[in-house]
């Protein structure tokens, strides 16, 4: 019997896709690592998904409070949206439960990220038209010493 090195993969089977554009929205490598959870515990029909921070942390090796950070992070580039759910006790109470992350279109946030570099570079624009304008009246003014 052969030894091979690369077994053949079933396509589907023991997978999940990642878009390519995730390498180019500038997240960190822990964005990028609890991002792939979300992606590897989605539900493929609804793009939904509940883990806790615990659960989440547990798996890519991160405290809650990381997990949280980078969570907050994704909704802000707009990868994730969350929404908090609530479950009902055996003794009838209401808790609050684990969030529901729904995995958004990944060209809404290449679109966002997009935006958010013009708006970057505009604002750089204009800091240095400042001081070119700056330098530009120094010139014509020098101070003068006494």
Do not use: W
Not at 6 to 29: M, Q, T
Not at 54 to 83: C, F, P, Q
Not at 107 to 123: D, G, K, P, T
């Amino acid at each position: 019997m052969k030894y091979n090195r690369y077994p053949k993969r079933d396509a589907v089977k023991n997978y999940f896709p990642l878009p390519n554009e995730i390498f180019s929205l500038g997240l960190s490598g822990g964005e990028i690592l609890v991002y792939t959870y979300l992606m590897y515990r989605e539900d493929r029909e609804t793009f939904q998904c509940h883990p806790s921070y615990k659960t989440i942390g547990e798996a890519v090796g991160m405290s809650n409070n990381t997990v949280k950070k980078y969570v907050d992070a994704l909704v802000e580039k707009r990868l994730i949206t969350t929404e908090p759910t609530s479950v009902i006790t055996k003794k009838g109470e209401k808790r609050n439960g684990n969030l529901l992350y729904t995995i958004r279109p990944i060209q809404e946030a290449v679109e966002y990220h997009y935006e958010q570099q013009m708006i970057r570079l505009n604002e750089e624009m204009q800091r240095q038209y400042a001081l070119a304008k700056l330098a530009e009246y120094d010139r014509k003014h020098p101070k003068v010493a006494v």
